[in-house]
């Protein structure tokens, strides 16, 4: 008798020149648009630069972590050039750290940085890894990182207490700190697009998502993806009273005042599998989207070289200098 042939999924999409503006969620652009107009955010930048954060943030990893190279968690390695290659993004640096809390964060303006817990390797699975590390590039693709740079240093600031500040006239206010971070939040949807552009199945994504709420080990099986979206509208439906209404204002008055830079797991899972229905996103799999290869809003700076191509930014995303205004298309 004859073998049947093993099967082999198809070869996941790739998007040469895939431009940020192709998976952008609006709110992100939104809480951009906000925060950008926020006082003090120059100021902020500058400060930032002469203290050399990033330097600060990089020579710890560098000294307490593990660098992911061809010869140091290959397979790790090997994920993080396939999902490049398929955003179309410059490689960055890796690094995993030993940490009980699943979780991954990405830095860097001069050196765009990654860093993974091991718990979070422990807990997914070969696609679902794929997936985060996919999430991760989309805020570098997306040209996110000199504000979640400030965001994740002042998340670490702020809740050592405000006491620590005696800069000249306060620049960090707390009005500022909320821009920040809401604007944080709101991006990650626009990474979790990324996430679902890379792996290219939603349910995966909205996995990798339950794995990261309530995930066990001993459990994993019995995990219902289709149960935790449902949640989604059960959260919505809880404004059928003033009292609920503010029982939830309490909530997120409680995320922010603990500096939490995600939004809730549940309506992150309903997005992904709203827009894994849309008609953008299938325009986007037949390699219908934006690309970088127009001229059209692109700017360099004229401190660092650098060409960007998201006309919503007023400071370059790699040093942090003012940019002209944007080109007429």
């Not at 939104?30 to 600060?56: N, S």
């Not at 010869?71 to 955003?87: G, M, T």
């Not at 303006?109 to 817990?117: D, L, Q």
């Amino acid at each position: 008798m004859e073998a049947s042939p093993a099967f082999t999924l198809p070869p996941r999409v790739r998007f040469p020149g895939l431009a940020s503006a192709a998976f952008e969620h609006p709110a992100d652009r939104a809480a951009l648009e906000t925060l950008r107009r926020t006082p003090g955010l120059d100021r902020l930048i500058k400060w930032m630069y002469e203290l050399g954060v990033e330097r600060l943030m990089r020579i710890f990893y560098v000294a307490d972590s593990i660098r992911v190279s061809p010869r140091q968690y290959s397979r790790l390695y090997n994920d993080l050039r396939e999902a490049c290659a398929i955003l179309d993004v410059t490689e960055p640096e890796l690094y995993v750290v030993q940490l009980p809390i699943p979780n991954a964060v990405t830095f860097g303006m001069e050196r765009h940085t990654i860093v993974m817990t091991t718990a979070l390797l422990d807990l997914l699975n070969d696609s679902e890894r794929l997936w985060a590390i996919g999430h991760e590039l989309g805020h570098i693709k997306a040209e996110h990182l000199l504000y979640r740079t400030m965001a994740l240093w002042l998340a670490s600031v702020l809740k050592r207490g405000m006491d620590i500040f005696a800069m000249p006239g306060k620049i960090l206010s707390i009005t500022l700190a909320y821009a920040l971070f809401e604007w944080f939040r709101k991006a990650e949807l626009t990474a979790d697009r990324a996430g679902l552009l890379t792996i290219q199945d939603p349910q995966v994504c909205i996995t990798g998502l339950l794995k990261l709420v309530g995930g066990s080990q001993r459990l994993m099986d019995d995990l219902n993806p289709e149960e935790f979206t449902k949640q989604a509208d059960q959260y919505e439906d809880m404004d059928d009273s003033l009292l609920n209404m503010y029982f939830k204002y309490l909530i997120v008055l409680k995320f922010m005042e603990d500096w939490e830079v995600h939004p809730f797991p549940v309506m992150r899972a309903r997005e992904i599998k709203e827009w894994a229905q849309s008609q953008q996103y299938r325009r986007l799999l037949r390699g219908d989207y934006p690309r970088t290869d127009t001229e059209a809003g692109k700017r360099t700076c004229a401190a660092c070289g650098t060409v960007v191509t998201n006309v919503a930014y007023r400071f370059c995303p790699e040093c942090g200098q003012e940019l002209g205004p944007v080109p007429a298309s």
